[in-house]
Nanobody, 122 residues
Framework: QVQFVESGGGLVQPGGSLRLSCAAS????????MGWHRQAPGKQRELVAH???????NYADSVKGRFTISRDNAENTVYLQMNSLKPEDTAVYYC????????????????WGQGTQVTVFS
């Protein structure tokens, strides 16, 4: 129904930067919001940032001022620019598309990407 191509994860030293991207494809008619969540070992998955079709954004307090989310609505792609990375940012980062309308499923549904690893090491 909805497939994702995530990229941009990797290894970086503290203070470094990475840029994640996530492109959604499939039988998509519309996507209301896209964003990123992350899950560190032994911890629950948590919100990082979301962005709506209209450009409204929401960030976790822990990443405000360091991370910037953006979106290409025409390409159903969301980006996460991560600057001033810290070891506590180490996690698997998951892309999410929410309130998605497709030709193959009734209503609005949420879909998750497979995740990409971000490791910040000193």
């Amino acid at each position: 129904q909805v497939q994702f191509v995530e990229s941009g994860g990797g290894l970086v030293q503290p203070g470094g930067s990475l840029r994640l991207s996530c492109a959604a494809s499939g039988s998509i008619l519309s996507i209301y919001g896209m964003g990123w969540h992350r899950q560190a070992p032994g911890k629950q998955r948590e919100l990082v940032a979301h962005i709506t079709t209209g450009g409204s954004t929401n960030y976790a307090d822990s990443v405000k001022g360091r991370f910037t989310i953006s979106r290409d609505n025409a390409e159903n792609t969301v980006y996460l620019q991560m600057n001033s990375l810290k070891p506590e940012d180490t996690a698997v980062y998951y892309c999410i598309a929410y309130r998605v309308v497709t030709t193959r499923r009734l209503g609005q549904n949420d879909y998750w990407g497979q995740g990409t690893q971000v490791t910040v090491f000193s």
